[in-house]
Every structure is written in structure tokens, then in C-alpha cells.
């Protein structure tokens, strides 16, 4: 069972950063892709970024290339959201999500294991 817990949520003003972490265990994080969504309110849940499990591939939404960057540490079992440019329609609670097989993928039904979330609030 791969248990999933975010941090580094907050509230922060139009412009600034947040890095969001999700550490993982009770699996073989080194294996597994890790992706990051988000649902703001009164939203589906949409998908953010994608890191494969080595790495090497990454996978962003449109609304957030160039200003979000996803990175892991597999020593650390820790992915992380490295978030620029806040804006306010970034608002939301963010998950990480795990996919242990295949590729990574942007559709949530690819992800087997999610965090219970991390809630990010970008003031105007």
C-alpha cells in the first residue's frame, strides 16, 4: 500500500512561488511515475505535470508550462512542484498521484495511489 502525503501549501500573492512536496512510502518509489493535479472549487480535478520514474520525462498542462516545474528525488522518496508566477486562477488543492506501470500518462484514471491534498491560495 503506497501512501502519499503533501506539503508546502499556502497562501501567497500573485507572482510569488510555492514548491510543493508529496513524500511517498510503503512502495518502491524509485519505480513508480508520480504525477501532480489540481481541483479548484466547483471544478473537475485536472492534471498538472508528470515525471517518469527515472526522471527523464515530463509532462505539463498547457496553463502551467513555463511556470511550473516538477522534479523528483528518489533517494528522498519526494516529488516536488516547483511553482512560479502564481496566479490567481492557480488557486486549488493540489494531489500527487502515483502510476506504478506503463508511462506517464494526463488522465487521472492512470493513477492508482493519491495524497489527501495541499491547499494552494494565490491572492490578486
Do not use: H
Amino acid at each position: 500500500q503506497v501512501q502519499l502525503v503533501e506539503s508546502g501549501g499556502g497562501l501567497v500573492q500573485a507572482g510569488g512561488s510555492l514548491r510543493l512536496s508529496c513524500a511517498a512510502s510503503g512502495g518502491t518509489f524509485s519505480m513508480y511515475n508520480m504525477a501532480w493535479f489540481r481541483q479548484a472549487p466547483g471544478k473537475e480535478r485536472e492534471f498538472v505535470a508528470a515525471i517518469s520514474w527515472s526522471g527523464d520525462s515530463t509532462d505539463y498542462a498547457d496553463s502551467v508550462k513555463g511556470r511550473f516545474t516538477i522534479s523528483r528525488d528518489n533517494a528522498k522518496n519526494t516529488v516536488y512542484l516547483r511553482m512560479n508566477s502564481l496566479k490567481p486562477e492557480d488557486t486549488a488543492v493540489y494531489y500527487c498521484a502515483v502510476r506504478a506501470l506503463g508511462s506517464i500518462r494526463v488522465g487521472e484514471k492512470a493513477y492508482g495511489y493519491w495524497g489527501q491534498g495541499t491547499q494552494v491560495t494565490v491572492s490578486s
